[in-house]
């Protein structure tokens, strides 16, 4: 069985560049989505504890099965851990196998970015240059870099309430050669802002956009609100937009669709993807992606990650699985 750590992650997508790895993302993420009637769905298994949530999260096609074990943890920076820590496996349908374990905390941050420009792709405005941060936490620069390879973005607009998680997005995105427009509330990083992603961590019902905060034309990347009882946007906001899902029953649990009634109106973003729903209808339409993360898309980053690291040897492979001449002899693995 292969396995991959953080550095193995690193060496792969320095390998080829940020860039190619969204885009190599980015293109399997929307086959996986055509493709999504043949997956097995399910809501995320969630364990809710009093410091944070701990889920898992399965999927699987007619080749392949995976998972993610990922948690949620707003205030372990305070401890020097990150938010989140996930790991996850691939394995073959056919026999079972287990062929892959890997990281997926640094694949996480990936996959959301890709998703949230695959979702940009056909929910923002084409010529959209000016992109808001609202959380400039540790996601916030795999957002930029992902939306710059569907996007031509100019600027970049930020606020977090932390003034030293702006330092560090500043010092980390600075070479990249946007215009970085540090603002000193939501409502300012907003203005004449074309995408907004809102990426924050803290485990509550937040408002972080009002309604007065929109503009014509907006797409609005609604990412940090993914379990019950944690939202950042009004419920206003979520009325007057065209809200676009991933997985409606998951959602509705987890997404900023849990303030509103069990019956308003969403399109699968699958659904657009395949050509059968409309995204975006004209430049004016506010719309809204209530991202709150789904295993398919852990399944499109498993599955890539799995075929570079065989294409370029990197990686290990230790025998988790007892090898046997005779399959039926299981025992023999203890003898000498």
Not at 133 to 155: H, N, P, R, Y
Not at 254 to 274: A, Y
Request: hydrophobic share 40%; charged share 30%.
């Amino acid at each position: 069985m292969l396995i991959l750590d953080v550095y193995d992650i690193k060496k792969i997508v320095q390998k080829i560049g940020f860039k190619d790895f969204f885009l190599k993302l980015i293109d399997i993420l929307e086959s996986d989505y055509k493709n999504w009637d043949n997956f097995d769905k399910i809501p995320r298994v969630a364990t809710h504890f009093p410091y944070g949530v701990i889920e898992l999260m399965p999927t699987s096609d007619e080749e392949f099965y995976t998972f993610k074990y990922v948690n949620g943890h707003p205030r372990n920076p305070k401890f020097d851990k990150t938010t989140v820590m996930a790991t996850g496996q691939l394995s073959l349908i056919k026999t079972g196998e287990p062929l892959l374990i890997s990281e997926m905390t640094l694949l996480t941050a990936l996959r959301t970015g890709a998703t949230s420009a695959m979702a940009g792709k056909y929910l923002a405005k084409k010529n959209s240059s000016v992109l808001c941060l609202i959380g400039t936490g540790a996601q916030s620069e795999f957002q930029t870099l992902a939306f710059d390879t569907i996007f031509d973005i100019k600027e970049i607009r930020y606020f977090d309430i932390d003034s030293k998680t702006m330092n560090k997005f500043e010092k980390n995105i600075k070479k990249y050669g946007f215009k970085l427009t540090r603002c000193d509330s939501a409502k300012e990083a907003v203005l004449n802002s074309d995408i907004v992603t809102t990426i924050t961590a803290d485990k509550a019902n937040q408002t972080i956009l009002t309604k007065d905060m929109l503009e014509e034309g907006m797409f609005i990347n609604g990412v940090g609100g993914d379990c019950p009882g944690k939202t950042e946007l009004s419920k206003e906001v979520v009325e007057t937009c065209k809200v676009f899902v991933e997985y409606l029953p998951q959602t509705k649990i987890e997404g900023e669709i849990q303030q509103v009634s069990d019956d308003f109106p969403t399109t699968g973003l699958h659904e657009v993807i395949k050509g059968e729903k409309i995204g975006r209808k004209n430049s004016k339409e506010i719309t809204l992606f209530d991202s709150v993360g789904f295993a398919i898309e852990d399944f499109s980053v498993l599955k890539l990650i799995y075929e570079l690291a065989k294409k370029y040897n990197i990686g290990k492979e230790l025998d988790l699985i007892p090898v046997m001449d005779d399959p039926k002899d299981l025992f023999v693995s203890f003898e000498d």
